[in-house]
């Protein structure tokens, strides 16, 4: 860690107690059934400043489209990563890279999955290392710490930012229980992972803590193997009956035998499955920290204020190739020279939102209003080295990036009606960025830009079980430094906006539940290279046009059976100017689709699911043929559409022990993950086998 890093951390623990009194959060202290017939408050660990509302019925508090995926979700899928959660939620396109989503990859309602338009939190928290400066995918939560997702799309993301035009992507951290409780499993590639998760409160429950660690790691697929460590600490207490507090503490460190090369073409015909990039490696470790506060002020009205600290290092150490070798051998052939993109991110940020019950020309109302402020800094080196030095040499560029950006939001729900409800709000984003290049004599640019996001929603209860919904918002995601400040020169750029239009219905009928939505967001402002000043290099010319829809459909059938099934479907998802006008955006495929058959009785629970990817190109140009050859120059291409199919299952021996499974492609499908330098092949069938026990 940095001196800077531990002088802010310092910092935040010693503003912690003055800050805490200043805030709070939204939901009152739950009560819990103790063995012993008492009962007892329970106090949240870390209070999220939630994408959802504060009851079960919250997603029809929301103008635009959640889905809710609980800790039984997760269990059932048995995932490796985030990204085997995200693929099965409507909307949403992963672009797989290797098994465990080391690195954020996914793509809403036809954005790019190769780009990042979508805001990713954890317990509220922006843990994306650079939304501002950059290189926004380098951290990526892992499953085994996570309880539950929360995925909003559409107005009610107006409330955060920046970066939602897309939608919201919020995990939620495990709040360890009383007691100890340990699980296990193994499975191909040499895999094996152990967690524990332990955690107590005193007798009167008024205060709490705990711990969630787990040690991983494999050979990979593709001896892409890993070795990672993630450990996350939290507690709670009440101050009062109106106040508590909440923490967390985590450290996560990876080390994975990755790289951006992919198999070249006649090895990928040929079923290759070696690591075409042996000695490259992608080094991660994360430090952060969070404190919470609610205070509920009575008269329906509550504060509550978050504050966040995060320290994330990324090493990235790739072998030179030779390009002419390569082409002759059919494969990546690798020089002794070796090149370190070294960088490290620090973040911290307060955010404080006031919800309270009001009228607004006679009607009843719940309003918010909220505040954030947050400074990003990152330090980027390139390490020349050689096979020889590992991992030591000459930096022959460092750059230091920086923002600090200001936001405020306010928002109304307005109900007009019993059945109607009409929000209306609005959020603003100030930022500025500064660019230091120390290797050219410390030169450096600054630039500064302000984005005003109105939005409006709407709900309609047709009746007790049907819902129609819907809005328009404008979203913006912010022209990184490396972008606003290309050449240490402001290139004058506004954040890349979008106007989204949603509208939908959900509700439920007998055995059914089910949620159709149609959206249409017109992307008009996006960076491209090229401008009409011979003194700068970059733009705000590019538009696209992304128009879809979206189901959703849940039948119980009885007897333990059910069934859950849903459809992306984005028939535009084009260039709408530029050298690219008209073709299709770069992985955004027309179909995605997913089916689960489900059986869940007494103690048995098991699962068959399908996951099916249309057809989808690799790069804006639309070429068709894959590159053949290491100077392809484009590493674009038309990807086939694809299914694979998982089989998951549990057994619960007794209230302590129970034992789990899972067959991962089932068929061993072979398809085309991704592409970037060479083809990115998806995993082969695996197998895993599991158990938890509590204590």
């Known amino acids: 860690m940095h001196a800077r890093s531990k002088l802010s951390l310092g910092i935040l623990l010693a503003l912690t107690p003055l800050a805490l009194p200043l805030s709070a959060t939204a939901e009152q202290s739950a009560e819990a059934e103790q063995p012993n017939g008492e009962r007892r408050v329970v106090m949240p660990a870390i209070e999220v400043i939630s994408v959802t509302g504060r009851h079960a ?33 409507p909307g949403i396109n992963v672009k797989s890279e290797e098994e465990t989503g080391i690195v954020a990859n996914f793509g809403i309602r036809g954005l790019s999955a190769s780009e990042s338009k979508s805001l990713v939190l954890e317990d509220g928290v922006p843990v994306a290392p650079g939304l501002f400066i950059g290189n926004d995918r380098y951290f990526n939560p892992r499953i085994q710490r996570i309880s539950g997702v929360e995925i909003l799309k559409g107005s009610s993301s107006l409330r955060y930012g920046p970066s939602t035009i897309g939608g919201v992507v919020n995990y939620q951290t495990i709040t360890p229980d009383d007691g100890v409780k340990l699980s296990g499993r193994v499975g191909s590639f040499n895999m094996r992972e152990m967690t524990v998760e332990a955690g107590n409160s005193t007798r009167s429950g008024d205060a ?17 193997g890993y070795d990672m460590t993630d450990i996350m600490f939290k507690s ?13 503490f ?38 952060a920290f969070d404190a919470n506060h609610e205070w509920l002020l009575g008269n329906n009205m509550t504060l509550k204020t ?7 290092s990324r090493d990235y150490w790739r072998y030179n190739v030779d390009t002419a070798a390569s082409n002759q051998a059919g494969r990546w052939v690798y020089t002794d020279d070796l090149t370190g993109n070294n960088r490290s991110f620090e973040r911290y940020g307060i955010e404080s939102r006031l919800i309270f019950d009001n009228q607004l020309l006679s009607y009843p109302a719940q309003s918010e209003v909220g505040v954030r402020f947050m400074s990003e800094e990152s330090d ?37 009606t019993d059945s109607f409800a009409l929000t209306p ?24 830009n302000t984005e005003y996001l109105p939005g409006v929603g709407f709900t309609f209860d047709a009746n007790s079980d049907t819902q129609f919904y819907g809005g328009v918002y404008r979203a913006f995601s912010p022209a990184t430094n490396g972008v606003a400040l290309d050449g240490l020169t402001d290139q004058n750029l506004d954040g890349e906006r979008s106007t989204n239009f949603e509208a939908g219905v959900r509700g439920n009928l007998d055995r059914f539940n089910y949620e159709v939505a149609a959206f249409y967001m017109d992307f008009s402002n996006q960076v491209v290279t090229g401008n009409t000043d011979p003194n700068l290099s970059q733009s705000n010319a590019g538009s696209t046009e992304h128009y879809g829809m979206e189901f959703l459909l849940g039948y119980d059938f009885g007897a333990g059976f059910s069934a859950d099934a849903n459809t992306t479907w984005v028939p535009k998802s084009r260039f709408m100017s530029g050298e690219f006008d008209g073709n299709r955006l770069p992985y955004a495929p027309e179909i995605v689709a997913n089916l689960a058959l489900n059986y869940n009785f007494e103690n048995l629970k098991a699962s068959l699911s399908a996951h099916h990817r249309g057809e989808q190109y690799g790069d804006p140009s639309n070429q068709v043929a894959l590159p053949e050859n290491a100077a392809g120059g484009i590493w674009g291409g038309l990807m086939p559409a694809y299914t694979v199919y998982d089989f998951t299952t549990q057994y619960a021996v007794n209230n302590q022990l129970s034992v789990f499974g899972s067959v991962k492609n ?12 060479g083809i990115y092949v998806g995993p082969e069938r695996s197998f895993e086998v599991g158990v938890r026990y509590s204590f």
């Not at 995926?69 to 490796?80: A, H, K």
């Not at 959020?427 to 500064?434: H, I, N």
Request: hydrophobic residues 30%.
């Open 666 to 677: 089932l068929t061993d499908k072979r398809y085309i993950a991704g592409l970037r330098q």
């Open 425 to 448: 709000g609005i959020r603003v984003e100030s930022y500025q960025q500064q660019q230091v290049i120390l290797t050219q004599n410390n030169e450096s640019a600054k630039t500064s």
């Open 208 to 224: 709490f803590g705990g711990v969630v660690a787990t040690h991983s790691r494999s050979d990979g697929f593709m001896d892409k």
């Open 236 to 248: 709670g207490a009440a101050l009062s009956n109106s106040q508590s507090i909440g923490m967390k």
């Open 306 to 312: 978050i504050i966040y600290w995060s320290d994330v």
């Open 380 to 416: 980027d080196t390139r390490i020349r080295a050689t096979r020889q030095a590992d991992r030591t040499g000459l930096n022959d560029r460092h750059r230091v990036d920086s923002a600090d950006s200001i936001a405020a939001h306010a928002q109304t729900r307005v109900h007009l």
């Open 250 to 287: 985590s450290y996560h460190e990876n080390e994975a035998n990755i790289s951006y090369r992919g198999l070249l073409l006649d090895d990928y015909r040929a079923g290759a499955t070696y690591n075409p990039a042996p000695d490259d490696y992608y080094l991660t470790d994360r430090v």
């Open 57 to 89: 019925a919250h997603r029809y508090d929301e103008t635009g489209s959640v889905v809710i995926i609980s800790s039984e979700d997760i269990e059932r899928v048995q995932p490796l990563s985030t990204e085997d959660i995200l693929r099965r939620v």
